[in-house]
């Protein structure tokens, strides 16, 4: 894309300046530096492992609702977790129907994706709002396993940083603002 293109776009998030400099510049090196690490195919095959679980936050509305029937006696405060991760993988696909921000073109991808816009990741914002929620229930293996996902997206090839960084951001809030009513929910 042109500059002169960039400036108009919403907010101005894809593409890169003429110089390859400021934020643009950076997430496009990122992106093409951690796509680079995919040649490996051990790493590759875990990149496309944990987005295809990641896709549509299923793994982690089946880890919400598994624990949900184990975990009998805080049913209510996992389906809560659950509740608020989904409703923030929502959100963040509102947000890229908004924003429109086309995923990167310069790096080939390793996984085929539902929809052509990047920004906010909604891998990373199931995946953040997933580890907090999930966290706050005891859950130590959520947030580790959300950085993977979050990081597999960068060695895909199909988000940019900022897309990732945004979309964790808006998972982790969402779901750090029902916190309260998650816990709620392990006592009623």
Same mark, same amino acid.
């Given at each position: ?42 790493? &590759?095959? +875990? *990149?496309? @492992?944990?987005?295809?679980? =990641?896709?549509?936050? !299923?793994?982690? /509305? $089946? %880890? ?63 995946? &953040?709002? +997933? *580890?907090? @929620?999930?966290?706050?229930? =005891?859950?130590?293996? !959520?947030?580790? /396993? $959300? %950085? ?41």
């Amino acid at each position: 894309m042109d500059d002169l293109h960039d400036l108009h776009h919403p907010l101005g998030l894809h593409g890169t300046d003429a110089h390859g400099t400021g934020l643009r510049g950076l997430d496009h090196r990122i992106v093409a530096s951690l796509r680079g690490c995919g040649a490996d195919p051990r790493v &590759a095959g +875990a *990149a496309r @492992a944990l987005s295809r679980a =990641g896709e549509h936050g !299923a793994l982690w /509305l $089946a %880890a919400g609702l598994t624990a949900a029937a184990v975990d009998r006696r805080r049913r209510r405060a996992w389906l809560r977790g659950t509740a608020l991760t989904a409703g923030a993988h929502a959100v963040s696909m509102g947000v890229k129907r908004v924003v429109r921000r086309p995923r990167p073109s310069h790096v080939e991808p390793l996984v085929g994706t539902v929809g052509r816009h990047s920004f906010p990741s909604s891998h990373a914002t199931s995946a &953040a709002a +997933a *580890a907090v @929620a999930f966290g706050a229930l =005891g859950a130590p293996a !959520a947030a580790p /396993l $959300a %950085a993977a996902v979050c990081l597999s997206r960068l060695v895909a090839g199909v988000h940019y940083p900022s897309d990732v960084a945004a979309g964790a951001a808006l998972g982790a809030l969402t779901a750090r603002l029902g916190v309260r009513w998650i816990k709620e929910g392990a006592h009623g």
